[in-house]
T-cell receptor
Framework: EAGVAQSPRYKIIEKRQSVAFWCNPISGHATLYWYQQILGQGPKLLIQFQNNGVVDDSQLPKDRFSAERLKGVDSTLKIQPAKLEDSAVYLC?????????????FGEGSWLTVV | TQLLEQSPQFLSIQEGENLTVYCNSSSVFSSLQWYRQEPGEGPVLLVTVVTGGEVKKLKRLTFQFGDARKDSSLHITAAQPGDTGLYLCAGGASGTYKYIFGTGTRLKVLA
């Protein structure tokens, strides 16, 4: 079974530029998550989708971050314009459904450096 | 806002020592998971605890879920350099659909 795919793996941009990350979850998984992880810290949930609807985006900085999951499958996370503090790993994850006891599968992450 | 606080934040120990990592919240969690993450990789699931008071063992790792399902601990016996990594607790708070992670404990085991 293919895992969660993310691209690009690494990205370096200048501040005020834009960047987009792509995620392809495991086939059939209804729930998709985007997390931001700063080095050495726990991942912070940015947005959680159930199919193509948003379950939670309370910690998504909506003035510069946007995410969509068209057709309830792939998802893109965009940052525009980027700030230095956006340097982090962006982890995409998916699970069969939303709810307790769910197993969540992670991609390898997209590493962003803003200079 | 549901929070999962982990302690300690950093831990550096010698090979063969024992250690305990704590994960605490003011919220009740229907289940908690523990992950280990190595540099450059995503978190890897170690265990899920569901029942209050539950204890699970995974070789030298012992996981416990608090009776009130608000806290959990991870105990490592005779730590080895291969245990080095970032340990994360995570879960979905009861009554919400959000899945959140703890603040993380970075463990380094010296040979």
């Amino acid at each position: 079974e293919a895992g969660v795919a993310q691209s690009p793996r690494y990205k370096i941009i200048e501040k005020r530029q834009s960047v987009a990350f792509w995620c392809n979850p495991i086939s059939g998984h209804a729930t998709l998550y985007w997390y931001q992880q700063i080095l050495g810290q726990g991942p912070k949930l940015l947005i959680q989708f159930q199919n193509n609807g948003v379950v939670d985006d309370s910690q998504l900085p909506k003035d510069r971050f946007s995410a969509e999951r068209l057709k309830g499958v792939d998802s893109t996370l965009k940052i525009q314009p980027a700030k230095l503090e956006d340097s982090a790993v962006y982890l995409c994850a998916s699970s069969p459904r939303t709810g307790s006891g769910n197993t969540i599968y992670f991609g390898e992450g997209s590493w962003l450096t803003v200079v | 806002t549901q929070l999962l606080e982990q302690s300690p934040q950093f831990l550096s120990i010698q090979e063969g020592e024992n250690l305990t990592v704590y994960c605490n919240s003011s919220s009740v969690f229907s289940s908690l998971q523990w992950y280990r993450q190595e540099p450059g990789e995503g978190p890897v699931l170690l265990v899920t605890v569901v029942t209050g008071g539950e204890v699970k063992k995974l070789k030298r790792l012992t996981f416990q879920f608090g009776d009130a399902r608000k806290d959990s601990s991870l105990h490592i016996t005779a730590a080895q350099p291969g245990d080095t990594g970032l340990y994360l607790c995570a879960g979905g708070a009861s009554g919400t659909y959000k899945y959140i992670f703890g603040t993380g404990t970075r463990l380094k085991v010296l040979a």
